[in-house]
């Protein structure tokens, strides 16, 4: 099964300048509570936003046109095959959400509460998919936040 993670502001801007165009303490810890223990697939280009050695307690898949070493890489039909037997789970960036969005049945959504100016990344618009709401909850800055959120929680 294929899921998707991603946060976006009210525009569906999602990234600016190679990384996330906020600092939101409070969702980068539900993304750990979501992928924590799982199997994550990102583009090459997230990959080299995060620290070396990628996401910590976590298989980091990667997509890429270049073959490499330093992490595992696989292609489009071989990500579709292992989802057959467990739950992998799309980190990113906007290539690889519109690559697998038509695979996708599940997505945890996070509308961060701003208009990013100068985005150059945007999530796909799945607004005529069919995925539906089954949980939604908003949340007001913490102290490591620069906005509010509602989280959302979609099938399809
Ligand atoms: N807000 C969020 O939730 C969130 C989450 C993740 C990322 N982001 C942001 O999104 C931005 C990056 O997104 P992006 O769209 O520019 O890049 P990306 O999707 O992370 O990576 C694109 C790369 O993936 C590889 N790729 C794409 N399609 C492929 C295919 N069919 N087969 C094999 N490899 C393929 C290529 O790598 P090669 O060039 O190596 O061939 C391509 O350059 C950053 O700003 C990041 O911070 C935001």
């Known amino acids: 099964m294929l899921t998707m993670i ?3 502001d009210t525009n569906g801007a999602i990234g600016k300048d190679g990384d996330l165009p906020w ?7 539900h993304f750990k509570r979501i992928t ?10 997230t990959w080299d936003s995060l620290p070396p ?3 910590p ?12 070493q330093d992490v595992e890489v696989m292609s489009f039909e ?6 057959q037997n467990e739950e992998l789970i ?6 690889i959400y519109s690559l697998f969005l038509p695979h996708c049945k599940e997505i945890h959504r996070t509308i961060i ?18 995925f539906y709401l089954i949980g939604e909850n908003h949340q007001s800055p913490g102290p490591k936040d620069q906005h509010s959120m509602t989280f959302q929680h979609l099938i399809c």
């Open 53 to 55: 050695g990628g996401l």
């Open 57 to 68: 307690n976590r298989r980091n898949i990667v997509m890429s046109r270049t073959p490499r």
């Open 23 to 29: 600092k939101q303490s409070s969702d980068l810890q």
């Open 90 to 95: 799309i980190i990113g960036g906007g290539e």
């Open 78 to 83: 071989q990500i579709i095959e292992l989802s």
């Open 113 to 130: 509460h701003t208009e990013v100016e100068g985005a150059d990344t945007f999530a796909p618009d799945i607004s005529e998919l069919g």
């Open 36 to 45: 924590i223990r799982k199997t994550v697939v990102m583009g090459r280009k």
């Open 6 to 8: 991603y946060a976006c």
